[in-house]
């Protein structure tokens, strides 16, 4: 069984930057997808970016491009997510968990998770204008 701790959220402001971090137990990370998702009180969770085991092919959803970075420590049994250029929409609990994917369409991406994967407890990223 796969234990997940995730860490590194905080209080920024606007144009900020974080940088997650979702460390592993009980397994060994690189061979899994994992995906990082991120819940607003009263909306759905939605999932941000996922990379896949093994060969590492990454996903964001449109809205993260070119400001999230998602990558392995594997010296840490991690995988983390730098978070640049940081805006309120951004603000929420961020999840990491196993099993991801990508759910692409002509005019979307969404990034879901499989319902036997596994999640941590969240961590805080709160983005101020």
């Known amino acids: 069984q796969v234990q997940l701790v995730e860490s590194g959220g905080g209080s920024v402001q606007f144009g900020g930057s974080l940088r997650l971090s979702c460390v592993a137990t009980g397994s060994t990370l690189h061979y899994y997808n994992v995906g990082w998702f991120r819940q607003v009180p009263g909306k759905g969770r939605e999932g941000v970016s996922c990379?896949?085991?093994?060969?590492?092919?990454?996903d964001y959803i449109e809205s993260v491009k070119g400001r999230f970075t998602i990558g392995r420590d594997t010296g840490k049994n991690a995988v983390y997510l730098q978070m640049d250029n940081l805006e309120p929409d951004d603000t929420g609990v961020y999840y990491c968990a196993t099993d991801c994917f990508a759910l692409t369409s002509p005019n979307s991406r969404t990034i879901e998770a499989r319902p036997l994967s596994y999640w941590g407890q969240g961590t805080q990223v709160t983005v101020s204008s």
């Open positions: 990379i896949t085991g093994t060969f590492d092919k990454i």
